[in-house]
């Protein structure tokens, strides 16, 4: 059997998800962020307040042409189908090729063809419930879930009886995320919505994502009115934290939480709002489905294992 190269390939990708992103860079390879100007939106390069590593480096867009990869990230339907041909030299468009997809199918819930359908390019979903309802055609399709890390001094307290929800531009992104079940949950229970645009539903406003984690700590739940979505990293990071959940039984999330151990999902969204009154009437009780919501994070979530996932799918793609 030939002997595999372990060295360390060089990536090059976008920041459309920057804290997916920052996640992504614990895997041990180059990663090259083409950047523009203006540092438009996915040309962002190291943007943030992200304590970068030093393998994610900055390439100015005019110079990808020339410089040398192993192989092309996509994550976004734009640079797959467009960006690519004004930034890519012919001889790279023909580079080992992955597609991240970070969406379930947004146009129709199981019958829509993913936009790469192409036997040379692998397909990546973030969750077992998207890689089911997408049809990739002729795509090999590959799942590597989430893996997130927190601080290692964070520790849930829950001493504000009150949950959170953590969902950027969930206004503008209505019923898909739950803009109406939240809307309705808060009249009931206090719930804090926090995250981009959060302040034109009454909410606290954006968290900087470094200190979400310990922002969110001090509440007694994490709330999810989400229909339809990938699993948000938020809820995976507050699991981790020790947060339990408390939503909809949707998508991934409803093969991820087991109530009465690590929170409670349901369909019924009065069930849910009862679930959630109980945990603010019972702190100790909160504390217990926490904590089985950080042990099944830490086993399933863990950054060694996410980065050991990437690490296989970039090997197996770069040979």
């Not at 797959?80 to 004004?86: I, K, L, R």
């Not at 020790?242 to 087991?258: F, N, R």
Request: hydrophobic content about 45%; glycine content about 6%; aromatic content about 8%.
């Amino acid at each position: 059997m030939a002997r595999v190269s372990r060295r360390r390939l060089r990536v090059l990708t976008w920041h459309v998800h920057g804290n997916y992103l920052w996640y992504l860079s614990q895997a041990p390879h180059e990663f090259f962020l083409p950047v523009k100007p203006e540092r438009a939106h996915p040309y962002g390069g190291r943007a943030g307040s992200f304590p970068w590593p030093d393998n994610v480096h900055e390439v100015a867009a005019a110079e990808v042409r020339t410089a040398r990869f192993d192989c092309v990230l996509f994550q976004s339907e734009q640079v797959y189908a467009v960006d690519q041909f004004d930034l890519l030299s012919a001889e790279q468009r023909r580079l080992p090729r992955v597609y991240l997809e970070h969406d379930p199918p947004l146009a129709h819930p199981f019958a829509q063809r993913h936009p790469v359908d192409d036997g040379d390019v692998m397909v990546v979903h973030v969750t077992e419930w998207n890689a089911m309802m997408w049809d990739c055609g002729r795509s090999p399709v590959r799942v590597v879930e989430h893996g997130v890390m927190i601080p290692g001094d964070v520790r849930y307290s829950g001493e504000l009886p009150r949950g959170v929800c953590a969902i950027n531009n969930l206004r503008t992104r209505a019923r898909r995320m739950g803009a109406d079940v939240f809307t309705a949950a808060r009249r009931h229970v206090p719930i804090d919505l926090v995250g981009m645009d959060a302040c034109s539903l009454g909410g606290i406003g954006e968290i900087d994502p470094p200190a979400l984690a310990a922002f969110q700590a001090r509440y007694r739940f994490a709330f999810s009115p989400v229909r339809h979505t990938s699993l948000a990293l938020a809820v995976v990071e507050a699991m981790m934290i020790g947060l339990p959940i408390v939503g909809l039984a949707t998508c991934e999330l409803a093969s991820v939480i087991t109530n009465g151990e690590s929170g409670f999902v349901d369909s019924s969204l009065p069930r849910v709002l009862d679930a959630a009154l109980a945990l603010i009437e019972d702190p100790a009780e909160a504390r217990r489905l926490g904590e089985g919501a950080r042990r099944m994070a830490a086993d399933r979530y863990g950054i060694a294992r996410f980065a050991a996932d990437w690490d296989a799918v970039l090997r197996e793609v770069a040979a």
